[in-house]
């Protein structure tokens, strides 16, 4: 179980975040919806504490963290129990698949490399990239890229997976073969907290919904609740304009 508590972010005078609270339970599936500068990536990058929250608690499991105060110790802590695909693949370009997957586990987790490469070589064969070890980023598709970020993320053993608008920078021909492998993972039951635009996608995977906007929480609930039935005008409108730009787009 991750709980986070009060969140608050500022970037000089943009209060980003004001005052969020997230509880996700073990094996839930969490979307987070919402306009874009909501707030959305800011706060899968104070869990992670890839930024340094001006205020805000947080607990994995039986542990207890300030988002604000928590040692070099603590973050590193947290790191290992969290993983985070971006929306860019961040990959090494100099590096093969197989060892932008096994650098996190020999360097971090400081396992031996050939327990590393066994574990390597069975999450890229689970993101159908077995036949891709010895390829480099360059040589994939933005999507093979971001399947080499997911493969990377699951080897970690991770409480928790943070997808910061996984599809956001793929071409729409792409997006498909990124949300089936997430929807794969999904099916083991593995926690993750999932920024993105997709709404379809949304409903479909996720065990709760959460619609930020202006550096708050507006609504929250299961997918039922958020797409049939929202209860905030703000919600609505949102969604409004996303079907919107869907049958226009059709």
Do not use: W
């Amino acid at each position: 179980m991750i709980r986070v508590t009060n969140v608050h972010k500022k970037f000089k005078d943009l209060e980003v975040l004001r005052g969020v609270d997230l509880e996700v339970k073990d094996g839930e599936v969490i979307s987070i919806l919402g306009p874009s500068g909501s707030g959305k990536t800011t706060l899968l990058r104070c869990i992670n504490f890839l930024e340094k929250a001006d205020e805000g608690e947080m607990e994995i499991g039986d542990r207890k963290y300030s988002l604000k105060y928590a040692t070099k110790k603590q973050k590193l802590e947290v790191q290992r129990k969290t993983a985070m695909v971006f929306q860019l693949n961040n990959l090494f370009a100099n590096k093969t698949v197989l060892e932008n997957v096994t650098i996190g586990l020999t360097v971090v987790q400081k396992m031996n490399k050939a327990d590393a490469r066994r574990v390597a070589v069975r999450y890229l064969e689970k993101v159908g990239l077995g036949d891709r070890l010895s390829s480099y980023p360059a040589q994939l598709s933005g999507g093979q890229q971001q399947r080499v970020g997911i493969a990377r993320a699951l080897a970690l053993n991770p409480s928790v997976i943070l997808f910061d608008e996984p599809t956001s920078a793929l071409d729409p021909e792409l997006v498909g073969e990124v949300l089936s492998v997430i929807r794969q993972v999904a099916e083991e039951h593995i926690t993750m907290v999932i920024v993105t635009h997709e709404m379809a996608f949304a409903r479909d995977i996720s065990d709760k919904v959460v619609f930020m906007d202006g550096g708050v929480v507006v609504e929250s609930g299961t997918p039922e609740d958020i797409f049939l039935n929202p209860q905030k005008e703000r919600t609505v409108q949102f969604l409004q304009r996303f079907r919107q730009v869907g049958e226009a787009v059709k």
